[in-house]
C-alpha cells in the first residue's frame, strides 16, 4: 500500500527543522513529508516534542530555524515559516487540538461556522447591508456546515453549545470544524485521548472517511492500537530527534523505538 | 432531604449568631457611642445594637435561603427563556415592539420637559451601551476608557461648529468616523495585549485623551469648555427650547433603532461570530483561520463610531462641553450597564441603560444613599445572576436537510 503512494506528489516537506525554548532543545533537525492522500502516523513518548512540532507547522510557535513547505495539489509549494497561523489555514492546513478548544459557548453548528470565515468575505458592510450576495453566502455556510455536522455523525447537536456535548462528541466537533476550512492536510492532535473503543472505532472509520475525499491527514496519538491500524507511514520522535521512520511493521520491531518507549539499561544507569 | 436535620438547623443557627455578633461588633462606634459635644456626656444607646443584632440575625436567614435556592435550581436548558421567545417568535415580537415604539412615541407629551431630557440621556446611555457591548459583550475586550471616544465625538462637533460653522447633520457622521479613526489609531498598540494589561491601557489612554483636552487651552479652551453649541434643527424652521428638546428627543429613538439593527446585524454575522469565536479562545480562533488584529480592530472602531456619535449628540444636546464630563466614571457607568445588563446581549444592555439611569432620577429622595444603592444592588446582582439582566443567547440556526444529508 505505501509502495504504490510513495509515488504520488508531497504535501508537507520539511526539511531541519529546529525549535529551542531558552536551552532546551524541542525539536532538531527534524525531516518529515506527507504525500498526497496518504496518513502519516507521529508517534513518541511523552515530551518528545509532537505538540510543538505541530504548534511550529501551524504557526502558533516560529521554529528557529529549517523549511516547512506546504505544496498545494498542482500549485507551487509555499514555505510557511513566520507566516500568522490564520495565513496557514487559509493556505489549506488545518488542525485539531490535544487539549480540546472550541468555542465552549457557541453551538456546535457556530462552532464549525467560524471555520468557514476564511473561505468567505463579507465585511462589515456586508453585514449591516446584508445584500444579495451576503445573503447567499450566509445561506451557504449553514448549509455546508450543517452538512460538516451531519457527516461527523453529530447532526442532533446542531443548536446545542459546545460545552454541553459529550466528549467524544467534541472531539468530532473539532474535526469538523478543522474540515469546514477546506484544507488538504489535517493535522490531528491527539484524537482519540479520552475515548472508549467504541468512540475509538467509530474516529478510526472518520479518519479513513476523511482520507477518501482527498484530505492527507498528518496524526499524532498514544493509542499505539489505532495508529498501527490508519497510518501508512509512522515517524517517531524522542527528546525532540527523529529516531525512526517506516511503516507501522518496520516501526512495531524497530529496536530504538522500543528503547525509546521502555528505556534501556544504559539510560537507567 | 437534610435541609431540616438536627445538625444543619443547629449549625445555621450558630452560624447566624456569629454574624450578627460580628455585625454588632463591626458597627458598635457608630450605632452605639453618641457623643454629645454640647453637653460634654457620651450617651449609650445600647437599644440600637440589639435591633441591629436581630435584624442582621433574620437577613443572614435570608441570604442562606437565596444562595441554597440559586444552587439547588434544576437546570432547565430545555425551556426557551422568555426573553428569546419574545424576540425570536414572530408572534410575539411584533406586538412587542410596536408596543414598545407606541409609548415610547407618546411618552414625551405625558410627562415632563425635565422627564423627556432624563429619558434622551438614557438613550445616549443605551447607544452607548450597545456601542461598547460590542467591544466587552462580542469581542471580549475589556475597554475601560471607552468614554475617551465619546469625547472625541463631542469635541469634534463643537470645535468644527466653532471653527468652521459646520452644522449638526454633517457633523453627526463626522463625529463618527473620527470616532472609528480613534479607535484605530488607539487599537494598533494596544489591542496587542489581552485581559487585564488591556484594561489598564485602555483606562490610561481614556485619561490622556481627557487630560490633552483639559490643558492643551488653545486647541480645546481647557477645563473652561466650550459654550454655544448650536442644537439640531431643522432648515426654515425655527424652534423653541422644548420643541427643540422634543425634536432631539425623536431624533435619539431613530438612532436607538438605527443602533438596533446594525448591531444585530453585526452580531449575527460572518464577523459577529468571529468576534464570539475571538473571546472564546484567542489560540483556536486564529488557527481556524481568522486574523486576530483585524478583527479586534474592527470590534474596537465599531463600539468608538457609537460613541463618537452619541458625543456628538451629547454636545449638541446640552450646548455646552468640558473635560469635566468625560472623567473615567463615565466608562464605569457604561461599562456597568453592560454588564449589568447582560453582557453580548441587545435587549439587556437596553435594560440596563434605563435602570441605571432612570432609576437613580427616580430615587432622588435617597440621594444620599445612592451609591450605596447603586453599589449594592452591584454585588447583588454579581452574586446572583452574574450572566445580567438578560443573558445572551446564542441564535439557533434551523436547517432544512436536502437529499445531501445523508453521510452518517
Same mark, same amino acid.
Given at each position: 500500500m505505501a509502495g504504490e503512494e510513495s509515488m504520488a506528489e508531497k504535501v508537507l516537506d520539511i526539511r531541519s527543522m529546529t525549535m529551542t525554548f531558552g536551552g532546551l532543545k524541542a525539536l532538531q533537525e527534524v525531516d518529515l513529508s506527507v504525500r498526497q492522500g496518504e496518513i502519516v502516523?507521529?508517534?513518541?513518548? +511523552?515530551? #518528545?516534542?509532537?505538540?510543538?512540532?505541530?504548534?511550529?507547522?501551524?504557526?502558533?510557535? /516560529?521554529? &528557529?530555524?529549517? $523549511?516547512?513547505? =506546504? !505544496? /498545494?495539489? $498542482?500549485?507551487? #509549494? !509555499?514555505?510557511? +515559516?513566520? @507566516?500568522? /497561523? +490564520?495565513? !496557514?489555514?487559509?493556505?489549506?492546513? #488545518?488542525?485539531?487540538?490535544?487539549?480540546i478548544r472550541l468555542f465552549q459557548n457557541m453551538t456546535a453548528l457556530e462552532n464549525i461556522m467560524v471555520g468557514r470565515h476564511c473561505r468567505t468575505r463579507a465585511g462589515v458592510l456586508g453585514a449591516i447591508l446584508k445584500g444579495p450576495h451576503t445573503r447567499s453566502e450566509e445561506k451557504e455556510i449553514v448549509s !455546508?456546515?450543517?452538512? =460538516?455536522?451531519?457527516?461527523?455523525?453529530?447532526?442532533?447537536?446542531?443548536?446545542?453549545?459546545?460545552?454541553?456535548?459529550?466528549?467524544?462528541?467534541?472531539?468530532?466537533?473539532?474535526?469538523?470544524?478543522? @474540515?469546514?476550512?477546506?484544507?488538504?492536510?489535517? =493535522? @490531528? &492532535?491527539?484524537? #482519540?485521548?479520552?475515548? +472508549?473503543?467504541?468512540?475509538?472505532?467509530r474516529l478510526m472509520d472518520l479518519i479513513q472517511t476523511i482520507r477518501k475525499s482527498g484530505v492527507s491527514i498528518l496524526i499524532i496519538e498514544h493509542d499505539m492500537r489505532l495508529i498501527m491500524r490508519i497510518s501508512d507511514r509512522i515517524v517517531v520522535l524522542d527528546h525532540g530527534v527523529k529516531i525512526a521512520e517506516g511503516i507501522p511493521e518496520e516501526i512495531r520491531k524497530n529496536e530504538m523505538v522500543i528503547n525509546a518507549y521502555l528505556g534501556t539499561d544504559e539510560g537507567a544507569a | 432531604m437534610a435541609r431540616f436535620s438536627r445538625e444543619k438547623i443547629l449549625s445555621d443557627f450558630r452560624q447566624s449568631i456569629l454574624v450578627s455578633v460580628w455585625f454588632m461588633l463591626l458597627t458598635f462606634p457608630i450605632m452605639v457611642i453618641r457623643v454629645n459635644t454640647v453637653q460634654k456626656t457620651v450617651q449609650w444607646k445600647w437599644e440600637r445594637m440589639l435591633m441591629l443584632g436581630v435584624g442582621v440575625f433574620f437577613l443572614s436567614y435570608i441570604w442562606r435561603y437565596l444562595m441554597e435556592r440559586k444552587e439547588n435550581r434544576p437546570k432547565d436548558e430545555d425551556k426557551i427563556p422568555w426573553n428569546q421567545r419574545l424576540l425570536s417568535e414572530k408572534k410575539y415580537f411584533y406586538p412587542f415592539i410596536s408596543v414598545v415604539f407606541a409609548f415610547s412615541v407618546f411618552l414625551p407629551f405625558f410627562v415632563s420637559e425635565y422627564r423627556v431630557n432624563v429619558l434622551i440621556t438614557a438613550m445616549i446611555y443605551v447607544v452607548l451601551g450597545l456601542g461598547l457591548n460590542i467591544v466587552v459583550g462580542l469581542a471580549g475586550l475589556l475597554d475601560l476608557g471607552y468614554v475617551a471616544f465619546y469625547a472625541v465625538g463631542a469635541y469634534s462637533y463643537a470645535l468644527l461648529n466653532l471653527h468652521y460653522g459646520i452644522n449638526f447633520w454633517l457633523a453627526l457622521p463626522i463625529g463618527a468616523l473620527l470616532?472609528?479613526?480613534?479607535?484605530?489609531? *488607539?487599537?494598533?498598540?494596544?489591542?496587542?495585549?489581552?485581559?487585564?494589561?488591556?484594561?489598564?491601557?485602555?483606562?490610561?489612554?481614556?485619561?490622556?485623551?481627557?487630560?490633552?483636552?483639559?490643558?492643551?487651552?488653545?486647541?480645546?479652551?481647557?477645563?473652561?469648555?466650550?459654550?454655544?453649541?448650536?442644537?439640531?434643527?431643522?432648515i426654515g424652521l425655527e424652534m423653541n427650547r422644548s420643541q427643540s428638546i422634543l425634536f432631539i428627543y425623536y431624533l435619539m429613538i431613530a438612532l436607538v433603532i438605527f443602533t438596533i439593527f446594525v448591531v444585530e446585524r453585526l452580531q449575527n454575522s460572518r464577523l459577529g461570530r468571529s468576534w464570539v469565536a475571538l473571546r472564546e479562545d484567542e489560540i483556536a480562533c486564529q488557527v481556524m483561520g481568522i486574523d486576530r488584529m483585524r478583527t479586534k480592530l474592527a470590534a474596537f472602531a465599531l463600539g468608538a463610531t457609537w460613541a463618537g456619535m452619541m458625543g456628538v449628540v451629547f454636545a449638541a444636546k446640552t450646548s455646552f462641553i468640558n473635560p469635566a464630563s468625560f472623567t473615567f466614571m463615565e466608562s464605569a457607568m457604561i461599562l456597568s450597564i453592560v454588564v449589568l445588563g447582560g453582557m453580548g446581549s441587545i435587549l439587556g444592555v437596553i435594560l440596563g441603560a434605563?435602570?441605571?439611569?432612570? *432609576?437613580?432620577?427616580? *430615587?432622588?429622595?435617597?440621594?444620599?444613599?445612592?451609591? *450605596?444603592?447603586?453599589?449594592?444592588?452591584?454585588?447583588?446582582m454579581m452574586v446572583f445572576r452574574p450572566q445580567g439582566i438578560i443573558s445572551n443567547v446564542r441564535r439557533s440556526y434551523e436547517y432544512h436537510e436536502p437529499a445531501a444529508a445523508e453521510g452518517d
Open positions: 502516523g507521529l508517534i513518541g513518548p +511523552n515530551g #518528545a516534542g509532537k505538540t510543538t512540532f505541530f504548534n511550529c507547522l501551524t504557526g502558533v510557535y /516560529p521554529p &528557529d530555524s529549517g $523549511d516547512i513547505l =506546504l !505544496i /498545494p495539489p $498542482d500549485k507551487k #509549494a !509555499i514555505r510557511l +515559516n513566520g @507566516l500568522k /497561523p +490564520n495565513k !496557514i489555514t487559509e493556505k489549506g492546513m #488545518a488542525r485539531t487540538f490535544q487539549n !455546508i456546515s450543517y452538512t =460538516l455536522l451531519h457527516n461527523v455523525g453529530l447532526g442532533q447537536f446542531v443548536n446545542e453549545q459546545a460545552k454541553n456535548l459529550p466528549y467524544g462528541a467534541q472531539r468530532r466537533l473539532e474535526i469538523a470544524r478543522a @474540515l469546514a476550512t477546506d484544507p488538504f492536510l489535517l =493535522l @490531528l &492532535d491527539e484524537p #482519540a485521548a479520552g475515548m +472508549n473503543p467504541q468512540e475509538t472505532e | 470616532g472609528a479613526l480613534f479607535g484605530i489609531i *488607539l487599537g494598533i498598540p494596544v489591542l496587542r495585549l489581552r485581559g487585564d494589561y488591556l484594561a489598564i491601557v485602555t483606562l490610561g489612554f481614556g485619561e490622556i485623551i481627557r487630560l490633552i483636552l483639559e490643558n492643551w487651552g488653545k486647541f480645546s479652551k481647557g477645563p473652561s469648555g466650550i459654550a454655544n453649541i448650536p442644537k439640531p434643527g431643522i434605563l435602570v441605571l439611569i432612570l *432609576l437613580p432620577e427616580e *430615587l432622588r429622595a435617597f440621594s444620599q444613599y445612592r451609591m *450605596l444603592i447603586f453599589g449594592l444592588s452591584m454585588v447583588l
